[in-house]
Nanobody
Framework: VQLQASGGGAAQAGGSLRLSCVLS????????IGWFRQAPGKEREFVAT????????YYSDSANGRFTISRDNAKNTAYLQMGSLKADDSAVYYC????????????????????WGQGTLVTVSS
């Protein structure tokens, strides 16, 4: 399984960005997808996750209400639409795949995700 994250870049505070994550090598619907981020000097933290069908999503407190996770199973792609960006959102964002096609998206632990993308850098200036 390979994951390719893209869409990062520079944004102004209050602006928006959309990240994409393409999965190849296996059936996309066999996986729940999660987004994590890691800022310099900080531990990797959970951002959002989505079930294999897209029907269930779960967000961190910091992402809830500002970010939207979605997926297009026909394109083997998951997205993270980020809005109302803050300087604290600056980080390398990683997408990850959790095997199992779980009905509900509840996994916020990085240890539950088996495959990881290379990360895409988001920089928000205030």
């Amino acid at each position: 399984v390979q994951l390719q994250a893209s869409g990062g870049g520079a944004a102004q505070a209050g602006g928006s960005l959309r990240l994409s994550c393409v999965l190849s090598g296996r059936t996309f619907t066999s996986y729940n997808i999660g987004w994590f981020r890691q800022a310099p000097g900080k531990e990797r933290e959970f951002v959002a996750t989505i079930s294999w069908s897209g029907a269930s999503t779960y967000y961190s407190d910091s992402a809830n209400g500002r970010f939207t996770i979605s997926r297009d199973n026909a394109k083997n792609t998951a997205y993270l639409q980020m809005g109302s960006l803050k300087a604290d959102d600056s980080a390398v964002y990683y997408c990850a795949a959790q095997p199992g096609s779980f009905t509900y998206a509840t996994s916020r632990s990085a240890a539950q995700y088996m495959y990881w993308g290379q990360g895409t850098l988001v920089t928000v200036s205030s």
